[in-house]
């Protein structure tokens, strides 16, 4: 809740949380609490595995916080990706595949138990009967969804689907590691954003786009704090440089970044980390109406 409260002090618009099985706090109840500490600041998980709950189950949680936060909830949604915790659990983790497939119908029959009438759906993997979800959401026919992918597939599927489109590294080895940092540079962030602009040509002037800053290093010093993060993760300074997953340098550079990267990529919406929240503050006040 003190995070919560800072974040919206600070002018950051959103907070968002994992959905994992790790040592954090459980996405619904904690950001139900953030947002009813808060005026303003909108709240979702980045993003709810559609595997670690029914659809039906999680529309009816989802909706019941958009009521209670009067319509400041964002649905992210995925296809899990994180293989720690379907072994931990006992989870089967499916081959991605299905998971995908699953994920879609999971998709749909959120949307469908927001919407005004009973609802039923006769997937492969769901089936709902004249089911009339309630409450409804504040925010109608449903909040805005928000999907994240790294690959052809999940990024075609939000060009179609979703509101805010999540542009991520590529998770298929199920942890992160050398594979996702080579995903994560310009040139692949150009063949990924391009994946969004061809599936959802005929409604990307209505999608918003949005990238995770993992690396972020507010200072003096641009080169410097591009090689300390290079050393540490293991790749050369010039990616971090120029990759959209950082962010480095003084608050003017970072300024000039952003809106060059909105300008290339279209990202509009960018999320650093809870420990990133004050130093970034200046980043969020200079932009703020630009």
Not at 7 to 15: D, F, P, R
Not at 135 to 159: D, H, N, T
Not at 193 to 219: K, P, Q, S, T, Y
């Amino acid at each position: 809740m003190e995070l919560a409260r800072r974040v919206e002090g600070n002018g950051y618009s959103t907070l968002t949380m994992p959905d994992h099985f790790d040592d954090q706090l459980a996405p619904v109840p904690a950001l139900t609490a953030a947002a009813a500490v808060t005026d303003t600041l909108r709240v979702g998980a980045l993003v709810w595995d559609n595997d670690y709950k029914h659809p039906l189950v999680l529309a009816k949680e989802l909706a019941t916080m958009d009521v209670l936060s009067n319509g400041r909830v964002e649905i992210g949604l995925g296809a899990g990706w994180m293989i720690a915790d379907y072994e931990q659990s006992g989870m089967p983790y499916d081959r991605a595949g299905v998971r995908i497939d699953r994920f879609v119908e999971g998709l749909a029959v959120i949307r469908g138990l927001m919407g005004p009438d009973p609802f039923s759906y006769d997937g492969e993997h769901y089936r709902i009967t004249n089911h009339n979800g309630t409450p409804k959401p504040v925010q109608g026919p449903c909040p805005p969804i928000l999907i994240g992918g790294g690959g052809k597939r999940v990024l075609s599927i939000a060009a179609r689907e979703a509101d805010i489109i999540g542009i991520n590294a590529t998770m298929s080895a199920g942890v992160i590691g050398p594979q996702a940092f080579d995903t994560m540079t310009a040139a692949a962030v150009d063949e990924k954003v391009a994946i969004v602009r061809e599936a959802g040509a005929h409604r990307f002037d209505d999608i918003e786009m949005n990238i995770r800053a993992f690396l972020v290093n507010i200072a003096d010093d641009s080169r410097a704090a591009a090689e300390a993060i290079g050393s540490m993760i293991g790749v050369a300074p010039e990616l971090v440089e120029s990759t959209p997953f950082a962010l480095v340098g003084p608050t003017s550079k970072i300024v000039d970044d952003l809106l060059e990267r909105r300008e290339r990529w279209g990202f509009s919406y960018v999320i650093v980390g809870m420990n990133d929240v004050e130093s970034f503050a200046p980043v969020v006040a200079a932009l703020n109406g630009r």
